[in-house]
């Protein structure tokens, strides 16, 4: 079993670092606002799959109270990635490795700017998981992880494959970061996107309303247009099949009911949203390459 540190316990990070926790893994969160309601009543799984609890899990204020681990699991929001370096080194050892299962594009590249290239992975999470009361999460509706290694080494990508077996979630290698980031982009940009832009509205109010639904679709388009001129500008080989992954994006909503993405609910809560990672580094990549966006 391996040792990790889930830096960034917000709905994700605390969801799958309950998952592996619940494996048997000897998994340490690093908790703000959840820590007094976990220390006293645990963290609550609230999930489609079956509910559960951990009782007394380890939990930290500060990173130097976990220590080196063999994994840490980053689940902040792109709002904090500044800050996520030294949050994360305290956990790491020479064998580390970093997973970051966070939305948007360019984390890995930042995160390996700070901490070094070769531990660096990122997970495209597929999931309807929100914070409830503090210590509860509530999982919803999927929960498919695909993982990549920042420089698609196939060695490394098994190391981070065999961190989830035997674990409840559906966890799938992505040979190409660029492209795994890049398709998770065709769902991000226009349902957090849209959500927030057209007053604060759910998924389904998306999904059911004919013009809303085909200003989905044109973004779609545009961010796989602008992700097949980035892997060909960086002489990757893999393309992204747009009707796929389209028609894949909008048979997952469809029926997700009326979610809200948590881009959506930072907006309604009046705190900061990803702008920069999910929004405007797409944007910035495609102008740099031609594409109209």
């Avoid at 996520?84 to 590249?109: H, K, S």
């Avoid at 914070?131 to 080494?153: C, K, N, T, W």
């Avoid at 099949?241 to 994006?249: A, F, K, L, N």
Wanted: one cysteine or more; charged letters at 25%; proline letters at 5%.
């Amino acid at each position: 079993m391996a040792s990790v540190a889930v830096i960034g316990a917000g709905a994700v990070g605390s969801y799958y670092g309950a998952r592996l926790a619940q494996a048997g893994h000897d998994v340490r969160f690093l908790l703000r606002r959840d820590y007094d309601a976990v220390a006293e009543g645990g963290l609550h799984i609230e999930s489609h799959h079956g509910n559960f609890v951990l009782e007394r899990p380890a939990i930290a204020r500060d990173p130097a109270e976990i220590g080196p681990v063999d994994w840490v699991l980053c689940g902040l929001k792109t709002t904090s990635l500044d800050a996520a370096p030294d949050l994360i080194r305290p956990c790491l050892g020479p064998e580390t490795r970093v997973l970051a299962i966070m939305n948007g594009l360019g984390i890995e590249e930042r995160l390996a700017e700070a901490l070094g290239t070769e531990r660096i992975f990122g997970g495209l999470a597929f999931t309807c998981i929100n914070r409830g009361e503090p210590g509860i999460i509530h999982h919803y509706e999927y929960g498919q992880v695909s993982i990549a290694h920042l420089h698609d080494d196939p060695a490394e990508l098994e190391r981070a494959l065999a961190l989830w077996q035997d674990v409840t979630a559906e966890v799938s290698a992505a040979p190409s970061i660029t492209r795994a980031r890049w398709e998770k982009l065709c769902w991000n940009v226009p349902f957090n996107g849209l959500t927030v832009a057209a007053g604060g509205v759910t998924t389904e109010a998306i999904v059911t309303n004919p013009t809303r639904r085909a200003e989905a679709r044109a973004l779609m388009e545009e961010v796989v247009a602008a992700g097949n001129a980035d892997l060909e500008a960086r002489n990757h080989a893999e393309r992204i099949d747009g009707d796929e992954v389209i028609t894949r994006m909008f048979t997952l909503t469809d029926v997700m009911g009326p979610y809200r993405p948590s881009t959506l609910i930072d907006f309604v809560e009046g705190r900061a949203i990803e702008v920069d990672a999910i929004f405007a580094e797409p944007a910035r990549r495609a102008r740099a390459l031609g594409v109209p966006t």
